[in-house]
Every structure is written in C-alpha cells, then in structure tokens.
C-alpha cells in the first residue's frame, strides 16, 4: 500500500508538488498520469527517499522507503537515472544488484526470462537500445520479488510489442496482490494498463479513483483530462 498524504515540494518560486494526496492499494495497477512537468517523478523521487518534501508524507507499507530494511526486497523502482555502467554486460550489471542486496543469484535469469531480455543477457549494456535499457531497469526493479513496485514512465522507448508484454506482466503481478504504480504521461496506452487512475496537472491532483469512474462522461481518458483541465487540440500532447 502506498500513501501520500498532502506532499508538497517546491523548487524555489515553483511548487512543482503543491498538496497532493492519494494512495495505490495492493491487487491493484494504478497509474499516475500527467502531462510533461505536471510533478510524477517528483512525486515518485519523494516517494522512494531521493528529494525531501517541504511538507507531508510518503509512505509505502506505513513506513518512509528510508525506513525500510532490505529495500529492493520490499519495493522495486524504476526511474530515470544513472542507469547502468555501459560496459558491463547486462546479466552482470543485475548480478551486481542482487549480490549487493542479499538476493540469489538465480533471479536474474528469472527476470531476464520475465522481461524478453535472455538474450541479450551477455551483451554489453552499451549496445542496448533505449527499450532493452528500460526491460533491464524493469527486470533489476523485480529482483527482490518486492511487494510494490513504482515505475516511472515504464513505456518509454518500448515498442508496441514490449508495450503489451509489459502491461500484461504488471496486471497479473499486481493480481498476484502486488501494488503497482506507474507513471506516464501517455493517457491513451496506460488507459489499457490501470485499474485506478491519479491525474495531476501543474502539481495538484485534478482527479483520481477507479478509471471506469474517472471516465464515466467521457469518450476516453484524455478526453476526460481535457475536460478537467480546460485544454484545447492545441495543448495536446
Ligand atoms: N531538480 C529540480 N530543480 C528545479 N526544478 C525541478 C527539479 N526537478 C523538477 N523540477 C521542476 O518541477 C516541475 C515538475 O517536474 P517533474 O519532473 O516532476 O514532472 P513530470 O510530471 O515527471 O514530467 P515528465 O513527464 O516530463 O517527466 C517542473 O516544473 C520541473 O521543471
């Protein structure tokens, strides 16, 4: 279970998270939709303990993610980062993880299988293309087996076949009880992924609950934001 409870960051002048409350429940998918700018990965780096809030709380299971012993046992991220060392190869790079947190070795042929990417196991991670790069960040967030698991634009540079594999693992593994949050600011694709749906726009929650409820007098989800939000054909994105 996540919980985030009147969360506010600003960056000077800015208030990129102004009061933003809403929780992910387990058994759940819920996706954390917004335009570019809107506050997600804020939000998500103050979830996972790498930017301090000026005011509220973060927290998974009850507890702030600095709080939690074995973190990658509990939660698995992915955010955009440092990412991994180009040169080491990418069963390596997830072999390095797994011994740095406790975890057997045998997962990382387990999440290589889980996210299309055995192939490439010994491959350098240089050679990777921008898609393999985010199945490997998504295979290192499933080593632990964690609990929760919160990913930041998940999407990004996959194709539309790696689109749906994906969607496909995170609905079943949160049917497994699991809770998953994502972020995107693709409404049209995570419409098909999500369960509940949290819309934030210029860093305060505009809409959230069950997406059939978010949508109900709307043809589509982003028609429901355009609604919410006043935009024009112009503003789309
Ligand atoms: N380290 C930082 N220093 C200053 N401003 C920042 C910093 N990080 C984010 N911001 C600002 O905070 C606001 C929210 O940015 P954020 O990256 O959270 O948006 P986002 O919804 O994740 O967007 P995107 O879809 O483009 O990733 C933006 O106005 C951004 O310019």
Known sequence: MIAITELSKRFGS????????????????????????????????????????????ALIDGVPYSRI???????????????????RRGADHLRWIAQSNGIPRNRVSEVLEQVGLSHAAKTRVRKYSLGMKQRLGLAAALLGEPRTLVLDEPANGLDPEGIRTVRTFLRSYAAKGNTVLLSSHL???????????????????IAQGPLADVT????????????LTGGTQSERW
Do not use: Y
């Not at 990658?72 to 980062?81: E, F, K, Q």
């Not at 992924?193 to 726009?201: E, F, H, P, S």
């Open 14 to 57: 800015n208030k990129a998270v102004d009061n933003v409350s809403f929780s992910a429940t387990p058994g759940r998918v819920t996706g954390f939709l917004g335009p570019n700018g809107a506050g997600k990965s804020t939000t998500l780096r103050m979830l996972l303990g790498l930017d301090r809030p000026n005011s509220g709380t």
């Open 69 to 87: 012993e074995q973190p990658l046992r509990a939660v698995g991220a992915l955010l955009d980062g440092a990412g991994p060392v180009p040169e």
């Open 187 to 205: 409404m049209g694709e995570t419409a098909e992924t999500v369960d509940d749906v949290v819309i934030i726009n210029r860093g305060s929650i």
């Open 216 to 227: 109900a007098d709307h043809s589509s989800l982003e028609e429901a934001f355009f609604a």
